[in-house]
Nanobody, 120 residues
Framework: VQLVESGGGLVQAGGSLRLSCAAS????????MGWYRQAPGKQRELVAT????????NYADSVKGRFTISRDNAKNTIHLQMNSLKAEDAAGYYC??????????????WGQGTQVTVSS
């Protein structure tokens, strides 16, 4: 599975950005896709996920009500709409795809990351 992110950039606090992640390769068995972020000196943290089946979503408390994850199954793409951006949202954002295996660790795939910078 290959993941390619796009849409990062510089935005003023209170502004919006939309990230996209296109998956290619063996995408048929992907169970969950999502976004993680990592700021300098901090651990990578979950931002939002969406399941491939029902499209169930999950968000970090810090982004609930501001970020929305969505998917386009026909294009094997997910999006992250980020509104009301704050300085603390600045980070490298990484797309993740996960294949869940029964009785074994999941297979995780990562994109190269896209930088989000928020100016105050």
């Amino acid at each position: 599975v290959q993941l390619v992110e796009s849409g990062g950039g510089l935005v003023q606090a209170g502004g919006s950005l939309r990230l996209s992640c296109a998956a290619s390769g063996d995408t048929f068995t992907i169970n969950v896709m999502g976004w993680y972020r990592q700021a300098p000196g901090k651990q990578r943290e979950l931002v939002a996920t969406i399941t491939s089946g029902e499209g169930s979503t999950n968000y970090a408390d810090s982004v609930k009500g501001r970020f929305t994850i969505s998917r386009d199954n026909a294009k094997n793409t997910i999006h992250l709409q980020m509104n009301s951006l704050k300085a603390e949202d600045a980070a490298g954002y990484y797309c993740n795809a996960r294949k869940v295996r029964i009785g074994a660790p999941s297979d995780n795939y990562w994109g190269q990351g896209t930088q989000v910078t928020v100016s105050s």
